[in-house]
Every structure is written in C-alpha cells, then in structure tokens.
C-alpha cells in the first residue's frame, strides 16, 4: 500500500462501491484489510476515539458499525490517502 497509494485509493473506492450495491460483509473485510495496511487499528482508534478492539469488532465478517462509526472511519482512510470528496450524481430510472 504505501509503494502504490493509488491502489489504497482504488480499495477504499472499492469498499465504499461495494456498501452502495449491498455488499456489507466484504465491504467491511476490504476496510480492515485497507485500515492494517495504512494507519493501522492503534491509529485509528486514537482518531476516532474508538477502542481498537471495537473497531476490529466493526469491520469483522459479522460486525456491524453504524452510519457515524462508519463514516468516521472512511474519514479517517480518506484524509490519511489524501483523497478528496466527490458526489455520487444517481439518475433516475
């Protein structure tokens, strides 16, 4: 990950498409994978002011973090990989 940032980039890119298609429990394992291979559980759990062992519980198989634990996390990935937001533009059917 830290040779190729912009693979970093593709799997947290990859985490959030696949919680929009419904896809959860493997959207929570790409973000572990993604969470030790940056900033590492100890890291986030100091930014985000969560237990490391919660957060590991999180993005378990069977975990199931909320919108705010969420979002606080891809937060954390995002500024740390230095990606910038950007909006989903969805077109009705």
Do not use: Q, W, Y
Not at 2 to 22: C, H, I, M, Q, S
Not at 39 to 67: C, D, Q
């Amino acid at each position: 990950m830290k040779r190729d940032p912009a693979f970093a980039k593709a799997l947290l890119d990859e985490a959030v498409t696949l919680f929009l298609n419904g896809e959860p429990d493997t959207a929570r394992l790409v973000l572990r994978d993604l969470v030790n291979a940056t900033v590492g559980f100890e890291r986030l759990a100091a930014a985000t002011g969560k237990p490391a062992k919660s957060l590991h519980r999180m993005l378990s198989t069977n975990g199931n973090p909320n919108m705010d634990n969420l979002s606080t996390i891809l937060g954390v990935l995002r500024k740390r990989l230095r990606v910038k937001r950007s909006t989903l533009a969805v077109k009705a059917a």
